[in-house]
């Protein structure tokens, strides 16, 4: 090889030592122990390049804040669409395969934080508060009843439609009803006896007798009203006065399907507030 000739491939270049006049061939292997083709250039800037025995080198271009992902043969290095900005630490951790989907608009929120909710509709939360919440609550299958426990008071107007019943007691500043109807119950006189059941009780007699004594009315709570009828006038009732927790001016007879007495308990005797005999 001289100065005017150039490198073809397998060139040797022949190195004499001065000292003793010696010479060596040495080949591009002595100095890279490999093989580099192509016409580009590496530069390295002070760097060192290290190149595995096996497996390739990816390169790629960038995109300043982007995550690098593979494309195309899995063998390129790209500009990811997940970027990342701030200098806090992002880990992302899972125990198994999951997909994450992330709306087009809007903001993920953790799970330690607040979030406001509008027009969202929930499927089986359990959610630790409502203050200020405004929504539409309907019991389904399995649960979603809101308890009066959960309540903490009544002072805002409930509004509802259909039939509503509330077990327990309840206590109101007052009451404005278009109409007021008692619930109403059947009873059986047993030992003189009946329990209180409703405002309303339609009285029969013990073992379906012509005639029967009632004394007493179990279960009452200071300020109930009651209202007794008769099922007909072939099983006539006797009201007791003193007998048993009745305080009556005289004992009043119910023998007519129409007659009613009406009457407030004190806390300790039914207190007759109407009688009428309307035979």
């Known amino acids: ?20 006049g010696l010479s060596r061939k040495i080949t591009k292997a002595n100095f890279i122990g490999a093989t580099l083709t192509g016409g580009g250039s590496i ?15 990816p390169v790629g271009t960038g995109t300043d804040g982007r995550v690098a992902q593979w494309s195309g043969d899995a063998n390129t ?11 806090g630490v992002l880990t992302l951790s899972a125990a198994g ?16 934080a607040s979030q406001t909710l509008t027009n969202k ?25 809101l308890t009066t426990a959960a309540l903490s008071n009544l002072s805002t107007l409930l509004q509802t ?35 209180f059941s409703a405002s309303l009780i339609t009285l029969d007699t013990e073992g379906g007798a012509g005639t029967d004594d009632l004394t007493t009315v179990t279960g ?26 009745f305080q009556l001016p005289s004992d009043r007879l119910l023998d007519f399907a129409h007659d009613t007495w009406l009457g407030v308990f004190n806390g ?12």
């Not at 999951?98 to 799970?111: C, F, R, S």
């Open 1 to 20: 090889m001289t100065l005017t000739t150039s490198a073809a491939a397998a060139d040797l270049i022949e190195i004499e030592v001065a000292a003793s």
């Open 161 to 195: 439609t259909g039939d509503q019943s509330a077990s327990g007691v309840k206590t109101l500043a007052s009451l404005v009803a278009t109409k007021l109807r008692l619930g109403s119950a059947a009873e059986t006189i047993s030992g003189g006896s009946v329990p």
């Open 77 to 87: 290095l790209a500009a990811s669409t997940l970027a990342k900005t701030g200098a």
């Open 43 to 57: 530069v390295t800037g002070g760097y060192t390049l290290t190149v595995p025995k096996t497996g390739t080198v």
């Open 121 to 145: 509709t929930l499927t089986t939360p359990t959610i630790g508060s409502f203050t200020n919440a405004q929504h539409n609550h309907t019991n389904a299958a399995g649960g979603g009843q």
């Open 268 to 279: 300790v005797w039914w207190c007759e507030l109407n009688y009428a005999n309307n035979a």
């Open 97 to 112: 395969a999951y997909t994450l989907t992330v709306p087009a608009t809007g903001t993920a929120v953790l799970l330690d």
């Open 220 to 245: 009452g709570s200071f300020g109930d009203i009651l209202c007794l009828r008769i099922t007909s006038a072939s099983r006539t009732v006797t009201i007791k006065d003193g007998t048993g927790n």
